[in-house]
Nanobody, 115 residues
Framework: QVQLVESGGGLVHPGGSLRLSCAGS????????MGWYRRAPGKQRELVAA???????NYVDSVKGRFTISRDNAKNTVYLQMNSLKPEDTGVYYC?????????WGQGTQVTVSS
């Protein structure tokens, strides 16, 4: 099994940028879909972005044009580049991987967008 560890969260002003990283303890090349979810205060967890092993990407409408997901299988890492951040992007961001009969989750990293 693979453990996922997120990093890169923090406090940023509206309009700012952050890049989240999700590092796997082992190879992620066999994990078909890697994704980022977020849980905003008082809301259910939602899928923000996902990428397949074939690098097909999908985004929730609210982040299209602002967020970019990518994966580097050689580094066992998935990234989420977040630009033009808004207060409504605030939440705990979780890395997820699905493949080979497994469903992996990281512990989450806090992103706060506030002036």
């Amino acid at each position: 099994q693979v453990q996922l560890v997120e990093s890169g969260g923090g406090l940023v002003h509206p309009g700012g940028s952050l890049r989240l990283s999700c590092a796997g303890s082992g190879s992620i090349s066999s994990i078909y879909v890697m994704g980022w979810y977020r849980r905003a205060p008082g809301k259910q967890r939602e899928l923000v972005a996902a990428i397949t092993s074939g690098t097909i990407t999908n985004y929730v409408d609210s982040v299209k044009g602002r967020f970019t997901i990518s994966r580097d299988n050689a580094k066992n890492t998935v990234y989420l580049q977040m630009n033009s951040l808004k207060p409504e992007d605030t939440g705990v961001y979780y890395c997820n991987g699905v493949g080979g009969g497994y469903d992996y989750w990281g512990q989450g990293t806090q992103v706060t967008v506030s002036s």
